[in-house]
């Protein structure tokens, strides 16, 4: 049995759901990564009829993917809806019917998925998606890996919707991150270990998992903008957060102690350990009660 979560998600949900009209001023970090994740998908052989952005945030990039997959239905979900909402403003099309309806289309008798053209976006909570059984050919995460209160629930979840040859890619924050800031006390989210998402990605049921780390290092001219970018990447969802806000007192303390991170050039550095991961579904896919099932050819059937 795994061990309580330390987020809470009704506060994770609420943090995002504040932060909408915020988030885009941490755009360039979420932008950045989105370009590095796309960059790794150049080598990837995969042309998929439905792709899944899970914790879509402002809609950036399942627009991308779009784009990019130009004849494939892509569905953006965020837990947050007031997310999901500015999503639809900035890159979805109106919506003209209920989700509901537009799935039975999707997956009905009969359905037509290509040439949808725009994104649609949704409010779903990660672990319980809105999607039929084997209806996905790629989830694709950026950097929300990390507010998952259940990220083994997340994974079986993945493995339910995803289809037999189907990929998962994704990033999340990892446990090198702006290690100076939790020397100074910061409360951060649990930050995954590459090694254990190797192992969850295997326990779920996926194939060849490839998960490696790479360094971002970001810099800023003065605490006040460093905070102002943090606290647009979400602030304090954990079960033992405090229950008020901060004092004056209190960030004068940490203006103080991130002045004495300024570097010799004049500006604050804070590094990022990105955490890159992507599985195949196997083919044949295991089953619900976790066996895999074989198939016994006859030797003169090949």
Same mark, same amino acid.
């Given at each position: 049995?795994?061990?309580?979560?330390?987020?809470?998600?009704?506060? /994770? @949900?609420?943090?995002?759901?504040?932060?909408?009209?915020?988030? +885009?001023?941490?755009?360039?970090?979420?932008?950045?990564?989105?370009?590095?994740? &796309?960059?790794?998908?150049?080598?990837?052989?995969?042309?998929?009829?439905? /792709?899944?952005?899970? $914790?879509?945030?402002? $809609?950036?990039?399942?627009?991308? &993917?779009?784009?990019?997959?130009?004849?494939?239905?892509?569905?953006?979900?965020?837990?947050?809806?007031?997310?999901?909402? +500015?999503?639809?403003? +900035?890159?979805?099309?109106?919506?003209?019917?209920?989700?509901?309806?537009?799935?039975?289309?999707?997956?009905?008798?009969?359905?037509?998925?290509?040439?949808?053209?725009?994104?649609?976006?949704?409010?779903?909570?990660?672990? @319980?998606?809105?999607?039929?059984?084997?209806?996905?050919?790629?989830?694709?995460?950026?950097?929300?890996?990390?507010?998952?209160?259940?990220?083994?629930?997340?994974?079986?979840?993945?493995?339910?919707?995803?289809?037999?040859?189907?990929? /998962?890619?994704?990033?999340?924050?990892?446990?090198?991150?702006?290690?100076?800031?939790?020397?100074?006390?910061?409360?951060?989210?649990?930050?995954?270990? &590459?090694?254990?998402?190797?192992?969850?990605?295997?326990?779920? $049921?996926?194939?060849?998992?490839?998960?490696?780390?790479?360094?971002?290092?970001?810099?800023?001219?003065?605490?006040?903008? &460093?905070?102002?970018?943090?606290?647009?990447?979400?602030?304090?969802?954990?079960?033992?957060?405090?229950?008020?806000? +901060?004092?004056?007192?209190?960030?004068?303390?940490?203006?103080?102690?991130?002045?004495?991170?300024? $570097?010799?050039?004049?500006?604050?550095?804070?590094?990022?350990?990105?955490?890159?991961?992507?599985?195949?579904?196997?083919?044949?896919?295991?089953?619900?009660?976790?066996?895999?099932?074989?198939?016994?050819?006859?030797?003169?059937?090949?």
């Amino acid at each position: 049995m795994s061990s309580p979560s330390l987020l809470d998600p009704t506060a /994770v @949900r609420r943090q995002f759901a504040r932060r909408a009209q915020r988030i +885009a001023r941490a755009d360039f970090l979420l932008r950045e990564v989105e370009r590095r994740m &796309l960059e790794r998908l150049d080598v990837v052989r995969i042309e998929p009829a439905f /792709v899944l952005d899970v $914790g879509c945030g402002l $809609g950036a990039g399942a627009a991308r &993917l779009q784009q990019r997959y130009a004849g494939a239905v892509v569905l953006g979900v965020d837990v947050a809806q007031p997310m999901a909402l +500015a999503a639809t403003r +900035a890159h979805g099309r109106p919506a003209q019917h209920s989700l509901a309806q537009r799935l039975r289309g999707w997956f009905g008798a009969g359905a037509q998925t290509a040439g949808a053209n725009t994104p649609l976006f949704t409010c779903a909570d990660a672990a @319980r998606l809105p999607l039929p059984d084997g209806s996905v050919d790629l989830v694709w995460s950026n950097l929300a890996w990390h507010w998952f209160a259940d990220p083994i629930a997340v994974l079986a979840e993945w493995e339910r919707v995803i289809r037999p040859g189907g990929l /998962v890619a994704f990033t999340s924050f990892g446990v090198d991150s702006l290690r100076p800031l939790i020397q100074a006390g910061a409360r951060l989210p649990p930050l995954p270990d &590459l090694h254990d998402v190797g192992d969850q990605l295997l326990a779920a $049921g996926f194939a060849n998992p490839v998960v490696d780390a790479e360094r971002l290092t970001v810099t800023w001219t003065s605490p006040q903008a &460093l905070l102002d970018d943090l606290s647009a990447l979400g602030g304090n969802a954990l079960h033992s957060r405090a229950r008020g806000l +901060a004092g004056r007192a209190a960030r004068s303390r940490w203006l103080d102690a991130l002045e004495r991170l300024r $570097g010799d050039d004049g500006r604050i550095a804070l590094g990022f350990e990105l955490v890159h991961g992507h599985a195949w579904c196997p083919s044949p896919k295991r089953r619900r009660d976790g066996w895999s099932p074989v198939q016994i050819v006859p030797r003169g059937a090949r």
